[in-house]
């Protein structure tokens, strides 16, 4: 049987975390089904974008006369594909609609004007979300349209092979961040936290490291020259080295103003790191307050900072503590526990 994989997000070697969630899917059911990718990397500039949007939507048009009523259409990010899909509905072709978040709120005009083209899909359509928050978002929004059991899927959880314990030794405290290196990824919330510890609270044995690439880049490197706090920054590097990196840290912070689920944060956690994250949908589903971590307000760096100050302050023991229910923490999203729940779903669906 084959799976068509439809995303308008898929890492490529230049941007190797753009919609890795969505590789991950793909590796955690590529020995089961012949999957078939019809995606989209990231484009820069206006025209790039324009032309690669007009020739994924082509190559799905194409898809309605190619796909078997035996096949599944996999449709991440469903919203920007909705004036497509109804013909996979039409004849019968079994399609499933990923929502990860940002396309499961509609708060734009566009939005909005896409989600009614949505509305006939979801009628005969399989859904998944990755987390019981946008369940409950997506309820509210398409009540009568939502027909079939909503399956919970975390982007394909973190997997334990490439992400576990690697402490390396380090002369001061880090503070580790990893990320796209956009507004919405909270990095100036990040620094300007940093600052404020070394000025208010007077904490100088520190370090950051901050992991990532994007168009921020150049204004991340002149926040980090004005306030002179010693910050490392390293641009995207391939998943399987990431395990070196988070072993660096002392604690993960993830200062994110929207997430889906947030898996870096798991990633950080199955390195035995806790984290400090927004109080958003998605990080707060999986930090517990004391226990694995620390939420903060989005957006705060003053909160920040005093969450960031009360982790240093801890003890080993207490530190070493919340190392261990991180650890606990991110069994719950491992790979091959999410796998077999999502391959164990997909048999019943065609």
Known sequence: MKIYLLSNMYPSEKNVRYGIFVKRFKEAIKEDYDVVNIVLTKKQGVLAKGIGYVWLYL????????????????????????????????RGITTVLNFHGSDAVF??????????????????????????????????????????????????????NIFYPKHITSKTFVFGFVSNFIKTKGWRTFVKALQILKESYGMLEF??????????????????????????????????????????????????????????????????????????????????????????????????????????????????????NSLETAKRYDSFKVRQELLSWLKTIN
């Open 59 to 90: 190559r799905v048009v194409r898809l309605w006369f190619i796909a078997r009523k035996k096949d599944i259409i996999y449709v991440h990010f469903p919203l920007y594909f909705a004036p497509v899909l109804m013909p996979f509905t039409w």
């Open 107 to 160: 708060e734009t005009v566009l939005k909005r004007f896409l989600a009614i083209w949505l509305k006939a899909s979801l009628r005969k359509s399989k859904v998944v979300v990755p987390s019981a928050y946008f369940d409950q978002e997506l309820q509210k929004t398409f009540r009568t349209e939502i027909t079939n059991s909503i399956f919970i899927y975390p982007s394909g959880g973190v997997d334990g």
């Open 207 to 324: 370090e950051a490291i901050m992991v990532g690439d994007g168009p921020d880049l150049r204004k991340i490197e002149e926040q980090i020259n004005t306030t002179k706090v010693k910050v490392t920054l390293i641009k995207s590097v391939q998943q399987e080295k990431l395990v070196d990196i988070y072993g660096k840290f002392d604690v993960f912070i993830f200062p994110t103003f929207r997430e889906s689920l947030g898996l870096v944060g798991i990633e950080a956690m199955m390195c035995g790191k806790p984290v400090i994250a927004s109080n958003i949908p998605g990080p707060n589903g999986y930090v517990a307050q004391g226990h694995n971590g620390y939420l903060v307000n989005k957006g705060d760096s003053e909160d920040l900072a005093k969450k960031m100050w009360t982790f240093y302050q801890l003890s080993e023991e207490e530190k070493k503590t919340m190392k261990i």
